[in-house]
């Protein structure tokens, strides 16, 4: 598998009238094409700089982040649907925005609400979805640009706890239909753990790489995942390194 991003010695400090801070230093990792990979760490951590610098929303302060010729899709922790227009339009929006709003395109993300379940929806709006219908369109918008790596800020955060479980699986079902990369920050272990090949922790701010383990389950679903023996030992194990 090809690599499709890497930090290299990547530091990025923010400047303020009460002083410098330091939100990540010295970030080296890398993702490959196809992998589902998660970041956890402790809140305040900066995974959510990390994901900026990874989209290109910052530049470092100091290294390099190589991702020649790879489009970004950035998912949020919230949905963040225009009330006022209906799940067929909110799923237009990023085509607009890019110029590239074509017959073509537009059929290729009704195809996809069709494929994952919104096709009833599409003619309503966004206050007539639960949390979890919401969460998927939201997932169906960033996919209608057919981005190379979906960036993943804490996408279930929001939600209550059942409901997180199955949107954290239909969201991760999608991802491996489209064989698309992905980048997960999160600071909720279990998450982590039900969908990654690979975990990188980081330490408290500055964030620093502490460990990467790479996870590997006979089970393809996230859910069936955490009723396995192996997941509670990889839970102490990622447990122990964030406690640390």
């Not at 709003?101 to 096709?119: S, V």
Request: charge should be neutral.
């Amino acid at each position: 598998m090809k690599e499709v991003l890497r930090f290299e010695n990547v530091s990025m400090r923010y400047h303020t009238k009460q002083g410098e801070t330091v939100a990540v230093q010295d970030l080296n990792f890398s993702i490959r094409e196809g992998e589902f990979t998660a970041i956890i760490g402790p809140s305040g951590c900066g995974k959510t700089t990390l994901l900026s610098l990874a989209a290109g929303l910052l530049a470092p302060s100091n290294g390099r982040i190589l991702s020649s010729g790879v489009s970004f899709g950035y998912m949020l922790q919230r949905d963040e649907l225009f009330p006022w227009r209906t799940i067929e339009k909110n799923l237009y929006l990023p085509l607009e925005i890019k110029g590239t709003n074509t017959p073509k395109n537009r059929e290729r993300a009704l195809a996809l609400a069709e494929k994952y379940g919104l096709k009833q929806f599409l003619k309503s709006y966004p206050s007539a979805l639960s949390g979890g219908m919401r969460q998927r369109a939201a997932l169906i918008r960033t996919l209608a640009l057919n981005p190379d790596v979906l960036l993943l800020d804490e996408p279930f955060s929001a939600l209550d706890y059942q409901t997180r479980l199955n949107v954290c699986n239909d969201v991760y079902k999608i991802i491996r239909e489209e064989n698309k990369t992905a980048l997960l920050i999160t600071h909720d272990i279990s998450e982590a753990i039900s969908v990654a090949d690979k975990i990188f922790v980081l330490s408290k701010r500055p964030a620093k790489i502490l460990s990467e383990h790479v996870v590997s389950f006979p089970e393809d679903e996230p859910l069936k995942r955490r009723e396995n023996k192996e997941f509670s030992k990889w839970f102490e194990i990622l447990w122990e390194e964030l406690n640390s």
